[in-house]
């Protein structure tokens, strides 16, 4: 159960650190959001006002459910890395989506998968969660490899996007991950 006392982002890893988004973020949301590969299975890239609205939403996403895609920094010199979190689930707002997007200057060391494992612990052992889901674009090779090797399981096609074109959604249940700390 959420307290006050509740941390509001995933603890450091060996190689990263997480925090909240906040206003002054736009320059760091406009180079990932709109970024052409980073954002080539994502819907394409945003305009600049569509990466400060979706600054803006990360924000509100906080304020409103204690969550986000948290944005993360490299531990070793600060750098912008991306972001990684949970927000509620379009199809059923009781469960939580895993997500990652990863600065392209970033990629290649397995990074996601450190950002997500730690999502992941927060989400079943301080956020109390008991079922994550995770979807990629239908050509996301890397996104899939990453889902699988966090030891989600296949579920369902499901529309998304503007486009409403299927993508794939995967399921990990807590039982799954391992017993509660
Ligand atoms: C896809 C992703 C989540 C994988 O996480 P990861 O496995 O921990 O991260 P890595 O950076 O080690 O990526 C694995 C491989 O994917 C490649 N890759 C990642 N995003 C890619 C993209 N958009 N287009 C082409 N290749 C991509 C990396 O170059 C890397 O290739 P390599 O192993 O041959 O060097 C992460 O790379 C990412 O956030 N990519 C950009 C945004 C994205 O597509 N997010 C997923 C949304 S469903």
């Not at 736009?26 to 970024?35: C, K, M, N, R, V």
């Not at 059923?92 to 450190?114: F, K, M, N, Q, Y």
């Not at 699988?148 to 579920?155: A, H, I």
Request: hydrophobic content about 40%; overall charge negative.
């Amino acid at each position: 159960m959420k307290t006050t006392e509740t941390p509001l982002h995933p603890p450091p890893t060996e190689r990263l650190f997480f925090r909240t988004w906040t206003k002054n973020d736009g320059a760091l949301a406009i180079s990932l959001w709109t970024h052409l590969e980073v954002m080539r299975h994502m819907g394409g890239v945003m305009t600049k006002d569509g990466a400060l609205q979706r600054l803006r939403r990360e924000i509100d996403r906080q304020e409103q459910h204690g969550i986000q895609y948290w944005p993360i920094f490299l531990r070793e010199d600060g750098q912008f890395a991306g972001c990684s979190g949970l927000r509620l689930f379009h199809e059923d707002a009781t469960t939580l989506e895993l997500g990652v997007h990863l600065a392209r200057s970033c990629w290649s060391l397995r990074l996601g998968e450190e950002a997500a494992r730690a999502v992941i612990d927060f989400a079943f052992t301080v956020l109390d969660a008991e079922l994550l889901v995770a979807g990629h674009g239908p050509e996301n090779g890397n996104s899939q490899a990453l889902i699988e090797r966090l030891g989600f399981t296949y579920s369902h096609p499901s529309p998304w996007g503007e486009e409403q074109i299927l993508h794939p959604i995967y399921r990990l249940e807590r039982t799954a991950a391992g017993p509660k700390q």
